[in-house]
T-cell receptor, first 113, second 114 residues
């Protein structure tokens, strides 16, 4: 089954404790990205990747890191989480933003205390 | 810079009413791509449609239709004879050839009451 998986689905952590949210897709998509969803702000792109070893900042990259060592995986790293990073996070993949729909993961609800 | 505006924060209708969700976009590029996504109460994001800037034909898919007007930079979404299952947050999004970013609007929450 074609899908994007994210783990964990829910996470409560404390300020400053490094965490990683994993994202994996099995569709051989080149384009992957991370979004955060906040009430009243819609979905905002954090980082995106056009292919392996190619990443670029979205609109809200501060406080986040990503890597793309393999085509299927695109982890989101919060090296020192802060309460303003409490949000719902979505990973997505597609052939490209231009030519295809984005396939979204189920979301990760992160709370930083 | 790219921008997507969904001015309607929340819309409430009664079943069987028609409803239109507005989307206004800004881009300097002549080649761009517009999308609509649905987020039902369960939380997942579901792709509805993609339209490129060279194709101004309106699209109809069952009870759903989309009106793309370059003259007004709008890509509006109409649900005919709404149903309770249409209750969701709907997002409009934009991508252009100048950047590989995907910009979403803030979403419109549609509530359909029986």
């Amino acid at each position: 089954e074609a899908q994007v998986t994210q783990n964990p689905r829910y996470l409560i952590t404390v300020t400053g404790k490094k965490l990683t949210v994993t994202c994996s897709q099995n569709m051989n998509h080149e384009y992957m990205s991370w979004y955060r969803q906040d009430p009243g702000l819609g979905l905002r792109q954090i980082y995106y990747s056009m292919n392996v070893e190619v990443t670029d900042k979205g609109d809200v990259p501060e406080g986040y890191k990503v890597s793309r060592k393999e085509k299927r995986n695109f982890p989101l790293i919060l090296e020192s989480p802060s309460p303003n990073q409490t949000s719902l996070y979505f990973c997505a993949s597609s052939l490209s933003t231009r030519y295809g729909e984005q396939f979204f993961g189920p979301g990760t609800r992160l709370t930083v205390l | 810079a790219q921008k997507v505006t969904q001015a309607q924060t929340e819309i409430s209708v009664v079943e069987k009413e028609d409803v239109t969700l507005d989307c206004v976009y800004e881009t300097r590029d002549t080649t761009y791509y517009l999308f609509w996504y649905k987020q039902p109460p369960s939380g997942e994001l579901v792709f509805l449609i993609r339209r490129n800037s060279f194709d101004e034909q309106n699209e109809i898919s069952g009870r759903y239709s989309w009106n793309f007007q370059k003259s007004t930079s709008s890509f509006n979404f109409t649900i005919t004879a709404s149903q309770v299952v249409d209750s969701a947050v709907y997002f409009c999004a934009l991508s252009d050839d100048d950047t590989d970013k995907l910009i979403f609007g803030t979403g419109t929450r549609l509530q359909v009451f029986p």
